[in-house]
């Protein structure tokens, strides 16, 4: 049988395999080419859409340029040309403010050297200072002589000082008044009267400011400085950090036009001076320091744009090879290097005295709007992307760089800073299709074919298993048919013969042998009977006579009949009936074998127990058959599952006692076709309470 089961589900698995999984299979095949041309298709719409995303970001680069060079185009006019190599002018420097990509602005003619707008500056050339007035400095100069006399010949300085307080009132002008106080206060700083000093040097710093001692140097910046040096000899660190401060947001601004050597001077004194108050513990001293490396940072930063500046100055044959006069509504932008670094400058509409030009910002140009560019486009492109410079350096990048995807490369033109612009398409990988409306259909043809091969094969399992478990079932109930029937038939028949050959010798023992027979053949008859009506019952052909009758009587019958044939083997059954009870609607034939067989299994399975309780009352609407064993019990996990065809527990207890594991499933057939149920109580060891419950009868 087992053979023959096998050989079952191979023939089922076979017409699976050639009924489902070949045309499946093909059709997956057919979907599966469908799917990497849809992702080819993909991938070639994806390198087209990077590529134009390349273009636009090149080209709002551009137009973004031009608009600045526009806007200066039209304010070139109403500036006058300037006179000094590094000039000011207040609507340049306002214009140069709010186009943060323009580095410098400068103009260029063809005798002059160009002229740089100062920018920003730091300092300029020592060279290109501006001179104080000559002749009222060398007038000063006459004045001062006789305090010098004092103050280095005689070395007398309360002579020199008297002297220079009797002289200030007398002056007039602000480089002789200037020059004076810092005569006076250089004088009060040699006798040690740093008090006095200190409020000299203040009255320098609000009065005289912008005077120049040696033609070079700004007086204010000299007062500020030495201040801040006597804060510190008296050991008054946070106003001398204060004074510095002060000092250095001057020169970021600038205040003062200085030159490399004495910035460069000025800075070595500011240095010197926080070397020395970093020694303190003091909080607030802590506090100052942190906002002075601010604005130091900040210095560093305008150190090197000027130097970027002045380096463009000092090459001063690049604008003059790329000048282009007397040309109307001319823009042209170069590029150069000059020391390792990259310069865009553009050279704009020329006139009779020369060319206007201004020098683009690369790196503002690169991380504000090249950047900003890039992750609009990102944002609706969906790509990984990377730029690089012209020696292939990486200047940024996306927080994510693909390995194995081609990249897309968009190069800047000469007219726009040096750099190259990669990008990386998303990944798109063979289900990319589900997620682009109209261009899946081969990805859902494959996921409806692998969905029928699952289901199917889901389904094609099930069947072939509970087959096979049919199968073992129906074998198992053969076998266990068979045994039940031998057993009363041998019986029988070992009587019969004894009786037939005389071998009985009273007649008690024939009385005794005709009734053992009597009860094998009631036996076999049941045996007989259940099949039958399993049978008729699976084909639904059984037919039930219901009659509206007391049910009393049948359960007394069946009762006393167990009690009788089980007196023998110590079985105790008790029958509890609270008369009267009302009729139901049955078939007495049907009723007798419910109770036959519940009873038979309370028997089968009491295991040591030999009591059995058999209760008829009514409850509500319903009559309640109850009857309760005390013996092997029944998990409850197999509840659910005695009252199925053929089922047994596995319990190796009940596995021991015979039976065709058909009685259950017809008793529920049976209460289920009287419009009643049947439920079962029970706890393993210590035994079950089967409960059938049958409508009351209404008319």
């Not at 990497?36 to 080209?59: F, H, M, P």
């Not at 002749?135 to 005689?154: C, D, M, N, P, V």
């Not at 036959?596 to 058959?625: M, R, W």
Request: proline letters at 4%; a neutral charge; glycine letters at 6%.
């Amino acid at each position: 049988m087992k053979k023959r089961g096998e050989i079952r589900r191979k023939r089922i698995i076979f017409y699976y395999v050639l009924a489902i999984v070949l045309p499946c299979l093909i059709l997956g095949i057919l979907a599966f080419r469908g799917i990497k041309n849809d992702q080819a298709l993909v991938e070639r719409e994806q390198r087209r859409n990077l590529l134009e995303a390349g273009q636009q970001i090149i080209q709002e680069t551009d137009a973004y340029l031009s608009s600045i060079e526009n806007c200066f185009v039209e304010i070139i006019d109403s500036i006058a040309i300037p006179q000094k190599t590094i000039f000011t002018n207040s609507l340049l420097n306002r214009f140069s403010a709010q186009h943060q990509a323009v580095a410098g602005i400068f103009f260029v003619s063809d005798v002059d050297v160009p002229l740089l707008l100062n920018n920003g500056m730091l300092y300029v050339p020592d060279d290109f200072l501006t001179v104080s007035d000559v002749a009222g400095s060398q007038a000063t100069q006459y004045i001062l002589e006789k305090g010098w006399q004092f103050e280095f010949r005689e070395k007398n300085y309360p002579k020199a000082l008297e002297y220079y307080y009797s002289i200030l009132p007398k002056v007039t002008g602000e480089q002789s008044g200037g020059e004076i106080l810092n005569a006076i206060a250089r004088v009060q700083k040699k006798l040690k009267l740093d008090g006095e000093t200190i409020e000299t040097y203040d009255l320098i710093w609000n009065d005289y400011p912008q005077v120049l001692i040696q033609n070079k140097i700004p007086l204010g910046a000299v007062a500020l400085l030495e201040k801040s040096l006597l804060y510190l000899k008296k050991t008054d660190t946070i106003s001398a950090l204060k004074t510095v401060r002060l000092l250095m947001r001057q020169m970021k601004k600038p205040t003062w036009e200085l030159g490399y050597s004495h910035y460069a001077n000025f800075l070595s004194k500011i240095d010197e001076i926080i070397s020395r108050c970093e020694s303190s513990r003091d909080e607030e001293t802590g506090r100052w320091l942190q906002r002075i490396n601010i604005i130091k940072d900040s210095l560093l930063l305008s150190e090197k744009h000027t130097e970027y500046l002045l380096s463009f100055l000092e090459n001063s044959e690049i604008m003059f090879g790329n000048m282009e006069p007397y040309r109307e509504n001319y823009n042209h932008r170069h590029k150069t290097r000059i020391n390792g670094k990259s310069y865009l400058f553009s050279m704009l509409p020329g006139n009779d005295y020369g060319q206007w030009g201004l020098i683009m910002d690369p790196g503002y140009i690169l991380k504000n709007t090249i950047h900003y560019l890039i992750l609009e486009k990102a944002n609706e492109s969906n790509f990984y992307w990377e730029v690089t410079d012209e020696n292939g350096e990486l200047l940024l990048k996306s927080d994510y760089i693909p390995e194995d995807t081609p990249p897309v490369y968009a190069v800047f033109p000469s007219n726009l800073p040096s750099l190259s612009l990669t990008l990386y398409q998303e990944d798109s990988g063979l289900f990319v299709s589900l997620i682009r409306p109209g261009k899946g259909l081969f990805f859902y043809i494959f996921v409806v074919i692998v969905i029928i091969l699952a289901c199917g094969l889901f389904f094609t399992l099930q069947t072939v298993n509970n087959e096979l478990y049919l199968s073992r079932m129906k074998s198992y109930f053969m076998s266990t048919v068979s045994h039940e029937f031998k057993s009363p038939l041998t019986s029988i028949r070992q009587m019969a013969e004894m009786l037939v050959r005389g071998r009985v010798p009273s007649p008690e023992k024939h009385q005794k042998y005709y009734a053992t027979i009597l009860q094998q053949s009631e036996r076999l008859s049941h045996l007989i009977d259940n099949i039958l009506d399993f049978s008729k019952m699976e084909e639904g052909q059984k037919i039930f006579r219901f009659e509206k009758a007391d049910i009393i009587p049948v359960v007394k019958d069946i009762v006393e009949s167990f009690q009788k044939h089980t007196a023998d083997q110590g079985f105790h059954i008790s029958l509890t009936i609270p008369e009267p009870l009302p009729d139901v609607v049955f078939d007495r034939e049907a009723m007798e074998q419910v109770m036959h067989n519940l009873l038979d299994n309370a028997c089968k399975y009491s295991g040591e127990s030999k009591t059995i309780e058999v209760q008829l009352f009514p409850k509500g609407s319903k009559i309640v058959i109850s009857v309760r064993d005390y013996g092997v019990g029944i998990r409850k996990e197999d509840q659910d599952k005695i009252f199925s065809r053929f089922y047994r527990t596995g319990e190796e207890l009940t596995q021991t006692v015979k039976g065709s594991g058909i009685g259950l499933t017809i008793v529920k057939q049976i209460v289920e076709a009287h419009q009643g149920e049947i439920t079962v109580e029970s706890s393993p060891g210590k035994g079950s309470i089967f409960s059938v419950k049958l409508p009351v009868s209404q008319k």
